[in-house]
């Protein structure tokens, strides 16, 4: 059993990372000391269902031993080496299977460790290109209301949580929010596509002042994650796309948290028929593995940087840039995905898993809004507790599963492994957790 002391030391030594570490007085820490499968372990016995992917990085489980082994064998031969003036097969394989998943559209891959600074990278990127085609007025970017793109400085510039830019607004140099095609938003008589054609009317008419100013737009395709899975129609991501070709502005396809089969194609904007300019990917890329996160580009952007003068090159790196062990993770990953038709699979589990949460929530007389899309399901719930997340995250723990509302919206996000006793113990879980929040 885990003694108090290592929850004791680790509340002393370790700084938890969106925490008020004050909580951690009344509000233990939960060790964890083996993960397999869906199952998170204590070494009480005690288990979890991990339903939110381990913060939506996990794909394919814990554990999962074909990405073990994957590890392993490259861990024999290279773990890291600086990748300017240096390359390896795992970066180079990775490169060119991102590339073809695109169709060829977005041949460039440019590495990081994590989401924020994929986001940065791409920032940067859009930026440097407009100054290198000698227009040096755009430097400006637009995101959506409720956007989140990581929490670095630069990328808050981007990120529309009042928690998390305020106290840091005087080092933030804030872009501007145009109106979210957010599909709750719908009128009377509305569809959700209507929904979506009214936030691009609202982007149309900010660019058509601004666009001068505006090197991107970026966006969370389809579904805006931490501001509570907000999910909105496809159109919108045409009409996104329509109006950023119009201007000349990037559009910069933030694939994070939707990327990697989450909303049922590999890559969310698939399902709207477009390409961005950038793409960022993070998160389940290494299959939940490894720190890993890249940038996708265009060859017109590309292009932009190539020439004889270094000055014009993007001089911009990580240290752990393409880590060859994190490569190997997602080239495992990848692989899983073509051995077992993983997205055709996942037709099937997305419905099963939608379908019970339906049962057990459509007629619940405090849920709204019950929505999903692909692997993710959601529903926000009408409640006046302001301790209702935290409230309904212990007691789901009490009921053997890791459910983690954002505020007041409960949302499934499991590995694609999930079957249907998983899916039952989750909903059930999750009834539990949300009678006992509400009392
Ligand atoms: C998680 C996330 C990020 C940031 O990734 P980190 O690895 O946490 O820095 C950026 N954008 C989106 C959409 C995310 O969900």
């Not at 095609?181 to 929904?195: K, L, N, V």
């Not at 028929?273 to 060859?299: A, E, F, Q, R």
Request: glycine share 8%; net charge negative; aromatic share 8%.
């Amino acid at each position: 059993m885990t003694s108090p002391r290592l929850l004791d030391r680790s509340r002393r030594a370790v700084w938890h990372p969106c925490t008020q570490m004050k909580s951690h007085e009344t509000l233990p820490l939960v060790p964890i000391t083996r993960g397999e499968g869906v199952w998170l372990y204590d070494d009480t016995g005690r288990r979890f269902l991990d339903g939110v992917s381990a913060w939506w990085v996990n794909l394919f489980g814990h554990c999962n031993p074909r990405i073990n082994a994957a590890i392993s064998e490259q861990l024999e031969t290279l773990e890291h080496v600086m990748l300017a003036g240096f390359t390896h097969a795992p970066v180079v394989e990775l490169s060119e299977r991102l590339s073809a998943l695109t169709g060829h559209q977005l041949g460039h891959a440019f590495y990081a460790s994590d989401g924020a600074s994929a986001t940065e990278i791409a920032l940067k990127m859009s930026m440097h290109a407009w100054r290198n085609l000698g227009e040096t007025g755009k430097d400006r970017f637009i995101s959506l209301a409720g956007s989140y793109h990581g929490e670095t400085v630069g990328a808050l510039a981007v990120t529309d949580v009042a928690l998390f830019r305020d106290a840091y607004a005087p080092l933030v140099r804030a872009g501007t929010t145009v109106p979210s095609p957010d599909a709750r938003q719908i009128e009377p008589g509305e569809t959700e596509e209507d929904a979506a054609e009214r936030a691009a009317h609202a982007l149309a008419h900010y660019l058509a002042e601004h666009h001068e100013e505006i090197a991107a737009l970026i966006v969370e395709p389809l579904v805006q994650g931490a501001s509570g899975m907000v999910m909105y129609h496809p159109h919108y991501l045409r009409r996104a796309r329509e109006l950023c070709d119009q201007y000349r502005v990037h559009l910069i396809a933030d694939e994070i948290a939707v990327g990697c089969g989450r909303t049922g194609t590999f890559f969310a904007c698939e399902q709207a028929g477009i390409w961005p300019d950038l793409m960022c990917l993070s998160k389940g890329i290494s299959g939940g593995y490894l720190p890993l996160s890249l940038v996708l580009s265009t060859n017109a952007i590309y292009d932009c940087f190539y020439d004889a003068d270094v000055t014009r090159g993007f001089l911009h790196s990580h240290s752990y840039t393409g880590n060859p062990l994190a490569c190997r993770a997602a080239l495992a990953t990848l692989d899983i995905f073509e051995a077992d038709d993983v997205l055709r699979a996942n037709i099937a589990r997305a419905q099963a898993l939608g379908d019970a949460v339906r049962a057990a929530f459509g007629g619940h007389p405090a849920v709204r809004h019950l929505r999903q899309r692909g692997m993710i399901v959601a529903f926000d719930v009408d409640t006046p507790r302001p301790d209702f997340a935290q409230r309904f995250f212990a007691a789901g723990l009490d009921h053997g599963v890791l459910l983690r509302p954002l505020g007041k919206t409960v949302y499934f996000m499991p590995p694609y492994i999930v079957d249907a006793a998983d899916i039952a113990h989750l909903v059930n879980g999750a009834s539990a957790a949300l009678q006992h929040a509400l009392s």
